[in-house]
């Protein structure tokens, strides 16, 4: 609009120039006028151009730009997507971690608890121990012994302790091994005890009503379980009587040594764990 005003200018002037005869001051006047119109018409037009191009120009880097943005929009997108997964599994594994921290520290109390249960039953299966080697002294000579084995007491007496050859009636040297033992075993109310007969692997033979080495262990613990508990008053609930025939020896050679130690009675105690059962059990 305003070069179509200065090109109306230029004409109007032009047609006045027509009719009026101008003195050469203001000739040159209006010439110096349209030549500086001209040049500001040159410059508007190089501004216009240049204002195309500039606004070409911003126009693609907008249009980069945008692109741009919603390429990172999307990269975003996904990377916010990503962390939320990564977050919960860092939640999830930070709880399994607590959770697991939680059930160790469950655990090393349990252990903790058991191991004193344990040390325990050790301190007082070693303390009967040597109660029942002082109250048995007297019968160490005569084929008894007294050791500990997993925890448990075991007093081994053979046969020739106990019994006439053959026998399943307690001779009198017998009943006073038994008596000194039951003497011990009824200030211990807190000791589980078995009675197990063992024999060796020689057939039996003339023994009347007793067929086999089956019947000869367990009519022996029957013996001695019935000796502790109707006269040396043990209480039978503790007692658990047990043949084992020649199936569990303590020497595998066959001289007659080897086959004396073979036949025996062996009174095994446990200390009562029901302190321990009950822990296990939770």
Not at 54 to 77: Q, S, W
Not at 84 to 105: E, F, R, T, W
Not at 114 to 136: G, H, M
Request: net charge positive.
């Amino acid at each position: 609009m305003k070069i179509q005003s200065l090109f109306a200018a230029v004409c109007v002037m032009m047609a006045l120039n027509a009719c009026v005869v101008l003195s050469p001051k203001k000739y040159k006047a209006l010439l110096a006028q349209r030549d500086s119109l001209a040049t500001r018409t040159t410059n508007l037009e190089d501004e216009r151009t240049r204002l195309m191009n500039d606004t070409a120009r911003l126009h693609a880097d907008i249009a980069k730009l945008t692109g741009n943005y919603n390429d990172l929009d999307k990269k975003y997108g996904a990377l916010d997507k990503n962390y939320n997964s990564l977050n919960s599994n860092y939640n999830a594994s930070n709880s399994k971690v607590s959770q697991l921290s939680a059930d160790l520290q469950k655990r090393e109390a349990r252990l903790k608890e058991v191991e004193e249960i344990l040390r325990k039953r050790d301190e007082a299966t070693n303390a009967l121990k040597e109660k029942l080697q002082k109250a048995l002294l007297g019968f160490q000579q005569s084929g008894l012994s007294v050791d500990v084995r997993n925890g448990k007491v075991y007093v081994s007496l053979t046969d020739k302790l106990l019994f006439p050859s053959g026998s399943i009636v307690i001779d009198d040297k017998g009943k006073q091994a038994l008596k000194s033992l039951a003497a011990v075993l009824n200030k211990e109310p807190d000791i589980n005890i078995s009675v197990e007969g063992h024999t060796d692997d020689k057939k039996v033979k003339n023994l009347g009503q007793i067929k086999d080495n089956w019947d000869l262990s367990v009519l022996r613990s029957t013996s001695v379980t019935r000796y502790l508990t109707e006269v040396e008053m043990v209480d039978p609930h503790r007692l658990t009587a047990t043949g084992k025939g020649e199936f569990q020896p303590i020497d595998a050679g066959t001289t007659a040594e080897a086959l004396s130690k073979n036949r025996r009675i062996e009174i095994v105690l446990t200390p009562k764990l029901d302190e321990l059962y009950n822990l296990i059990t939770k």
